[in-house]
């Protein structure tokens, strides 16, 4: 309950961040079941200039925030899927983003890749434990 009593006390302004955020995240994460990731990622870049408006109303931390909250009710959000969503809002905005894509060692010798999102030299999602992971990629 008190979930659902902090989410009345938002304002309608970040309420309708939250259901844009978790919407997209959504249909981020049904993508990356069905599409190749190029094919996604071509899809996004295709629908990033839709809001003209959508940057005066958000900061970067309120849309890294929204994609924070979201995430926790959405199956298997990964950290692949919640950079995706974080890069495209924050394009759609018109902030400054690039996604990266990471590797590690595991402990059992296997590779683990993680993603995070950078803008203006700052990471604003999946930005822990960067020091084990060595970069492979970053997109715009």
């Given amino acids: 309950m008190i979930r659902i009593g902090k989410c009345l006390n938002l304002s309608t302004t970040e309420k309708c961040l939250l259901l844009r955020a978790w919407v997209l995240l959504g249909l981020i994460r049904l993508g990356m079941e069905l599409l190749p990731f190029s094919t996604l990622k071509k899809l996004l870049e295709r629908l990033k200039p839709i809001s003209s408006g959508f940057k005066k109303y958000f900061s970067e931390e309120e849309l890294v925030w929204s994609v924070t909250v979201v995430s926790r009710y959405i199956p298997r959000a990964t950290c692949l899927a919640q950079a995706l969503t974080t890069q495209f809002l924050l394009q759609q905005g018109g902030h400054q983003a690039y996604l990266h894509i990471g590797i ?37």
């Fill in 104 to 140: 590690a060692e595991t402990e059992e010798g296997g590779i683990k890749a993680h993603a995070w999102v950078e803008s203006r030299g700052r990471i604003l999602i999946g930005g822990f434990e960067m020091n084990r992971y060595t970069h492979l990629l970053a997109l715009e």
